[in-house]
């Protein structure tokens, strides 16, 4: 995957536990911090957003389609 810079503007209390971190070797440097939080922010707001969607199905009609689905592959396997 294609790396690319970006500056990006932060506040020194924010920046100071940062480095806090990357100094306890939890991150190897600023950016890898960065990068992860950024896409575990990512990761988290397609979840809810894959939960929100979820959210709109109606559950009965849903059951139905199912139902019906079940119901003609039934019809095509043999009886023994």
């Known amino acids: 995957m294609t790396k690319r810079k970006v500056a990006i503007t ?3 209390a924010l920046l100071s536990a940062l480095d ?8 190897p440097n600023r950016s890898r911090a960065i990068q992860q ?9 397609q979840q809810t957003r894959l939960a929100r969607e979820c959210a709109k199905l109606d559950p009965a009609f849903e059951r139905s389609l199912a139902e019906e689905g079940l119901a003609e592959d039934l019809t095509g ?4």
């Open 10 to 12: 932060m506040d020194s």
């Open 20 to 27: 806090s971190l990357v100094d306890q070797r939890v991150f």
């Open 37 to 45: 939080a950024v896409q575990e922010k990512l990761d988290r707001l």
């Open 77 to 80: 396997w043999p009886e023994y």
